[in-house]
């Protein structure tokens, strides 16, 4: 693999980004996990496309990052996946765990569900909305499980770890394998994964957006507005600095 196919892998993730892993995207593992997407590209449809991997990396920076929600890998079912864990684009039809996820959200804090699935409103308030594996064959999920993504994510959550009160929200097993030791100063939550198969396992009832906005404001910072309106085409990232408390 050339520089300049390293080059175009990474050239969506944000300067914010960067700086703390310019070691990693130089690693042995990073440059094979390119080779890989490179010739699955050229085989079948990838999913996200190469424009959205690092689509949660551009809408919430490093320094904004307050919480993190994080997923398995992306959906694997065509237009759904654009880089962001568990959300979809305005016009797609909503996957079950989203549908969980907000009827979660209405039993919480009483929300009424979006009629939309797009969740960039959260990531530009400072909710990492990460995949443990960035991409994924088209129709086969787990299918890129174990080609690097795992050793990458992990480093990202270890960088966010350095930042003070982050409430990290941990659905399922392998979300909270991939996040390993958390420290007392951050919010950790687990539960079941909210797909169908898990989330009347102890998701429902798990209260994690209250939780997390009374965590946030216990450590002065402001709270997550979780009522999503009509999706917005903006992709400026979100600044805390700017936002109302």
Not at 69 to 75: A, F, K, S, T, V
Request: with cysteine; proline share 7%; hydrophobic share 40%.
């Amino acid at each position: 693999m050339t520089d300049d196919t390293l080059s175009t892998a990474t050239m969506n993730l944000p300067t914010d980004w960067i700086a703390p892993f310019a070691d990693e995207l130089s690693k042995d593992y990073f440059r094979k996990l390119q080779e890989f997407l490179a010739s699955e590209r050229q085989q079948q449809p990838i999913f996200p496309a190469t424009e959205n991997v690092f689509r949660a990396f551009q809408l919430t920076l490093l320094k904004n990052v307050r919480v993190v929600i994080l997923g398995q890998d992306p959906y694997h079912d065509d237009a759904q996946a654009h880089g962001l864990s568990f959300s979809v684009r305005p016009g797609v039809k909503l996957p079950p765990s989203l549908r969980n996820i907000y009827k979660e959200l209405e039993s919480d804090l009483g929300i009424t569900p979006a009629n939309h699935g797009c969740l960039e409103q959260w990531a530009r308030q400072g909710v990492m909305l990460l995949n443990s594996v960035l991409t994924v064959r088209a129709h086969e999920a787990n299918s890129h499980r174990g080609k690097g993504w795992e050793e990458f994510t992990s480093r990202v959550l270890e960088v966010i770890k350095q930042r003070p009160h982050v409430a990290f929200v941990l659905w399922g097993k392998p979300a909270k394998r991939i996040a390993g030791t958390i420290d007392d100063r951050h919010l950790v939550i687990e539960s079941p994964h909210p797909s169908p198969l898990s989330a009347y396992r102890g998701f429902f009832g798990s209260r994690p957006f209250s939780r997390i906005n009374a965590f946030l404001k216990q450590n002065g910072q402001p709270e997550i507005q979780w009522e999503l309106s009509a999706a917005s085409s903006d992709s400026a990232p979100f600044d805390n600095s700017s936002s109302a408390t």
